[in-house]
C-alpha cells in the first residue's frame, strides 16, 4: 500500500564513535538519513568529532542538531543522574553553545536539540528535568525544535517553555506497553534485525502505532524517527528502513527549523 502524502523525518546519533568516524560507518549511515544529533562534549564528542561530523553532514545536506547529554563519558551518558536541575541546565547551555559555534565557523546552523540517553529518558518522567533541558537551550536560543518522546509529558514542558517541538519515535527499540522505551537491561531492547526495523517504522509512520513488548498496539504519532549509530549494521538497518519507507510512498524530509 502506498502511503500518499505521509512524510517522515529520519534522525541518527552521531559524533559519538571516533572509530566509526576513521572507518567510514558514519558518513555511510549518512546516504539514508534526513538529519543528525551530533554529540556534544558531554557523554561523548570534542571539536574535532563535532567539525567533521558537521562537515560529513553539510556534504550529504542533512539538518544538524545538537545531542547534549549527561557529562559522563565513563558511562556514555547512559546512567541516570541525580544533578542538581541548575548543573543540568548549565551542561546543557555549554555543550549545545559550544556545537553552534563549530557549526557557525562551518557555514552552518543548528536545527534542533535532542537529549542523549539518560538524560532523555529521565525527562520523560520528570519534569524538573525536562524544564532543565528546556532551561540550557533557552540560555542559548529558542529558536530550535527540541525534540522528545512521542506522548510524554517531556513533549508538554518544551512547548510551555516556548519551543517548537518534534515527537520522536524509534525504529531499532522496543517498546514497553506504556509508551516508553524498554530498558537497554533486557536483551531485546534493540531491534538488529533491517526489515523488522523498517516494518516498525512503516507502522509508525501510516498507523500511528507500535507493537509493544506484550504484543498490544500502543499509540504513537511522531515526526521524526530515530535510528541509533551506535548499533552493530546500524547502516543495513538505516538503509532498510529508509528504502521500505519510500516504497510506501513515504517522504523523507528533515525536520525544518521553525
Same mark, same amino acid.
Given at each position: +500500500?502506498?502511503?500518499?502524502?505521509?512524510?517522515?523525518?529520519?534522525?541518527?546519533? +552521531?559524533?559519538?564513535?571516533?572509530?566509526?568516524?576513521?572507518?567510514?560507518?558514519?558518513?555511510?549511515?549518512?546516504?539514508?538519513?534526513?538529519?543528525? =544529533?551530533?554529540?556534544?562534549?558531554?557523554?561523548?564528542?570534542?571539536?574535532?568529532?563535532?567539525?567533521?561530523?558537521?562537515?560529513?553532514?553539510?556534504?550529504?545536506? #542533512?539538518?544538524?542538531?545538537?545531542?547534549?547529554?549527561?557529562?559522563?563519558?565513563? =558511562?556514555?551518558?547512559? #546512567?541516570?543522574?541525580?544533578?542538581?536541575? =541548575?548543573?543540568?541546565?548549565?551542561?546543557?547551555?555549554?555543550?549545545?553553545?559550544?556545537?553552534?559555534?563549530?557549526?557557525? *565557523?562551518?557555514?552552518?546552523?543548528?536545527?534542533?536539540?535532542?537529549?542523549?540517553?539518560?538524560?532523555?529518558?529521565?525527562?520523560?518522567?520528570?519534569?524538573?528535568?525536562?524544564?532543565?533541558?528546556?532551561? *540550557?537551550?533557552?540560555?542559548?536560543?529558542?529558536?530550535?525544535?527540541?525534540?522528545? #518522546?512521542?506522548?510524554?509529558? +517531556?513533549?508538554?514542558?518544551?512547548?510551555?517553555?516556548? %519551543?517548537?517541538?518534534?515527537?520522536?519515535? %524509534?525504529?531499532?527499540?522496543?517498546?514497553?506497553?506504556?509508551?516508553?522505551?524498554?530498558?537497554?537491561?533486557?536483551?531485546?531492547?534493540?531491534?538488529?534485525?533491517?526489515?523488522?526495523?523498517?516494518?516498525?517504522? #512503516?507502522?509508525?509512520?501510516?498507523?500511528?502505532?507500535?507493537?509493544?513488548?506484550?504484543? +498490544?498496539?500502543?499509540?504513537?504519532?511522531?515526526?521524526?524517527?530515530?535510528?541509533? *549509530?551506535?548499533?552493530?549494521?546500524?547502516?543495513?538497518?538505516?538503509?532498510?528502513v529508509a528504502r521500505i519507507l519510500r516504497e510506501a510512498g513515504v517522504t523523507l524530509g528533515a525536520l525544518?527549523?521553525?
Amino acid at each position: +500500500m502506498k502511503s500518499g502524502g505521509l512524510r517522515i523525518d529520519l534522525n541518527c546519533d +552521531m559524533g559519538e564513535l571516533p572509530e566509526a568516524i576513521a572507518d567510514g560507518t558514519q558518513e555511510s549511515l549518512m546516504r539514508s538519513i534526513t538529519s543528525v =544529533n551530533i554529540a556534544c562534549g558531554g557523554h561523548a564528542g570534542d571539536e574535532h568529532t563535532m567539525r567533521t561530523t558537521i562537515e560529513q553532514a553539510l556534504r550529504w545536506k #542533512l539538518a544538524i542538531g545538537a545531542h547534549p547529554g549527561y557529562p559522563d563519558r565513563a =558511562n556514555f551518558g547512559r #546512567l541516570e543522574s541525580k544533578l542538581p536541575w =541548575n548543573e543540568i541546565a548549565g551542561s546543557v547551555f555549554e555543550q549545545v553553545r559550544t556545537l553552534a559555534q563549530i557549526a557557525a *565557523g562551518c557555514g552552518s546552523r543548528l536545527v534542533h536539540v535532542k537529549p542523549h540517553g539518560a538524560l532523555y529518558n529521565q525527562a520523560v518522567h520528570d519534569r524538573g528535568i525536562a524544564e532543565a533541558i528546556a532551561e *540550557g537551550v533557552a540560555r542559548w536560543s529558542r529558536d530550535v525544535i527540541l525534540v522528545g #518522546l512521542a506522548g510524554s509529558p +517531556m513533549l508538554d514542558v518544551f512547548r510551555e517553555a516556548g %519551543f517548537a517541538v518534534a515527537a520522536e519515535a %524509534f525504529a531499532d527499540r522496543r517498546y514497553e506497553p506504556d509508551g516508553t522505551l524498554r530498558s537497554r537491561k533486557f536483551e531485546d531492547a534493540l531491534i538488529h534485525d533491517p526489515v523488522e526495523a523498517g516494518w516498525q517504522a #512503516l507502522r509508525i509512520v501510516e498507523r500511528r502505532e507500535v507493537i509493544a513488548c506484550d504484543g +498490544m498496539g500502543v499509540s504513537v504519532d511522531a515526526q521524526t524517527l530515530c535510528i541509533h *549509530g551506535d548499533t552493530p549494521g546500524a547502516p543495513e538497518i538505516a538503509a532498510t528502513v529508509a528504502r521500505i519507507l519510500r516504497e510506501a510512498g513515504v517522504t523523507l524530509g528533515a525536520l525544518s527549523r521553525p
